[in-house]
């Protein structure tokens, strides 16, 4: 009687279950892979970018190179328009203490070593390339006028009050 149950409700596909379908997953690393080998692609942590991180907090340029905030998104597609193969991954930056998950795999090289994109050879060139980049995206074009507009009515809020009177 089980097996008859068995056979009326197939067991459930493995993605099913909350789970995302994606790739699969990676294999270990090994001297002989080859540059095309997802295990061989160089990490970028939004961290990297992040102009309110310190150094030691995980940021990798200097303040000046960098943005506020930078999403996943966002260096993906900063990525993508230079035609870098990119992969989206939900691992956590290890020295991040919030909740902020995602990391980008980028392929630096092609099988035979040479550099997918001549101008950007080095993960380094690839982050000052990023963080020149974002600020002048249309996501964030458009949010830097909201913001003013709400710091400047918050300020104005503010200058009517004065203090807290005389004390009896």
Known sequence: MAAATAAAHPAPPPHAGGSRPGPP??????????????ERWVCIYPTYVNRKKT?????RLPKESCVDDPSMQEI?????AINMNTLLELKQYPRERSRHRGRIRVQLRDDSGNPMNAEYPTRDSLLLHVGKTIPMLKSRQTKAPEQAQVAASSSAGHSQKKGKGKRR
């Open 76 to 80: 993906r597609d900063v990525l993508q």
């Open 55 to 59: 150094r030691q907090e995980g940021r």
């Open 25 to 38: 997953p990676l294999a270990p690393w090994t001297p002989d892979k080859k540059h095309s080998d997802r």
